[in-house]
Structures are given as structure tokens and as C-alpha cells.
């Protein structure tokens, strides 16, 4: 059953601290986005990557949030420093058609920031 | 810029039906709507093209007016399992920014109660 995998599942950390959080999208699929969840904002857009390529990261806060496509089977999103109010799910969802088709999302990386 | 839906939250009898509704401020391409369980990641339900079309999803349809921007998901004779909060997604027409970039809005909390 092929799936998105997203580690680490739970991350709690100090604040300053450096934050990796790594993508497996499904085989095949040429469309990556990073979302992050919380409850005031429900699921925000950070970036998103077709084929690779970055075509939007505007979402993220650029000072401390980088989003990377090293290759086809791994997306990451770094945070650098970290800050309490970074603590939330986040969520990497692939597809194969862009925007214009079934998304399959991951199980999400919880982060606490203390 | 995320959609917004309505109702924040509703409860349902096991039986009822309810609407959640979503709007855009810009032109659309696509809306898409999700539902996530809690601790559980969002999962597809339907996808609705420019074009004014109707589907279904079991005894959950959707409906999309491109001219006035909005959606509607219909929950009908709603089941214990059809509990969850609710998301739309929308993606903005070809040749603007937006298109390609599926955002979505805070989601609706659907609970259904025997």
C-alpha cells in the first residue's frame, strides 16, 4: 500500500534548537507540499515543489524556515532557530497531478518547541 | 489567501443532514474537500473542476459555483462515522498565482452523535 512517510513523528525541542523534518512522497508522484497545522490556523500552505523544482514557498516565514527536494524520494523542511510558536503538526502531502487531483497525505510531524 | 468555510462546528443526530459551505475571494480552478479524524491525517473525499459540476462520495456530495466562488458539501442521513472536521481546498484559475496551490480553509467539526 504505498503511502507518505513522514519522520520523525514527534519531535520536542529547545528553542534555538535546529529542526529537520523529512518526506518520503509516494513513488511516482511529482508534487510535493508542506503544510502546518494548528488550531487557530487551521492548514496552512508553507511551500510546495513540482517535479522537484520550488514553485512557491511564501507561506513560510523565510528568516527560519527552508524547504528542500534533495531528490524524488525525500522532501525536507528545516527550521532554524526554532521557536515556541513553531510548535504545531506538520503535515507533507504528494500527488501526481498537481493541485488538480487526489493529495495523499502523511501521518504529520508533531513538534513541541519549548 | 485561504477560503473560508462555514459553520465552524455542527452536531448532528445520527440521520440529519447538514451543509458546510466555502468561499473564495479570487476566481477558481478547483475546490477539494477533506475530512480528518482526530490524531488521523486528512483524506480525500472529492474533488470538484471549474464547470459547475456535482459528486458524490456515498451519501456525501458536493457542489461548486465557479461564478460566485463558492462550494457546498452535503452531508446527508449523516452516520456515526462521518464525524471529523472538514476541509476545503481550493486552487485558483490558470495564470494566476494561485493556480497550482491547493490552500485550504480552518475546516468545519462535524460530530455526529447517536
Known amino acids: 500500500d504505498a503511502r507518505v512517510t513522514q519522520t520523525p513523528r514527534h519531535k520536542v525541542t529547545e528553542m534555538g534548537q535546529e529542526v529537520t523534518m523529512r518526506c518520503q512522497p509516494i513513488?511516482?508522484?511529482?508534487?510535493v507540499f508542506w503544510y502546518r497545522q494548528t488550531m487557530m490556523q487551521g492548514l496552512e500552505l508553507l511551500a510546495y515543489f513540482r517535479n522537484r523544482a520550488p514553485l512557491d514557498d511564501s507561506g513560510m516565514p523565510k528568516d527560519r524556515f527552508s524547504a528542500e527536494m534533495p531528490d524524488a524520494t525525500l522532501a525536507t523542511l528545516k527550521i532554524q532557530p526554532s521557536e515556541p510558536r513553531d510548535s504545531a503538526v506538520y503535515f507533507c502531502a504528494s500527488g501526481d497531478t498537481g493541485a488538480t487531483g487526489e493529495l495523499f497525505f502523511g501521518e504529520g510531524s508533531r513538534l513541541t518547541v519549548l | 489567501q485561504q477560503p473560508v468555510q462555514s459553520p465552524q462546528a455542527v452536531i448532528l443526530r445520527e440521520g440529519e443532514d447538514a451543509v458546510i459551505n466555502c468561499s473564495s475571494s479570487?476566481?477558481?480552478?478547483?475546490v477539494h474537500w477533506y475530512r480528518q479524524k482526530h490524531g488521523e491525517a486528512p483524506v480525500f473525499l472529492m474533488i470538484?473542476?471549474?464547470?459547475?459540476e456535482q459528486k458524490g462520495h456515498e451519501k456525501i456530495s458536493a457542489s461548486f459555483n465557479e461564478k460566485k466562488q463558492q462550494s457546498s458539501l452535503y452531508l446527508t442521513a449523516s452516520q456515526l462515522s462521518y464525524s471529523g472536521t472538514y476541509f476545503c481546498g481550493t486552487e485558483g484559475s490558470r495564470g494566476t498565482d494561485s493556480w497550482g496551490k491547493l490552500q485550504f480553509g480552518a475546516g468545519t467539526q462535524v460530530v455526529v452523535t447517536p
Open positions: 479570487k476566481a477558481l480552478y478547483s
Open positions: 513513488l511516482g508522484h511529482n508534487t
Open positions: 470538484l473542476l471549474k464547470g459547475g
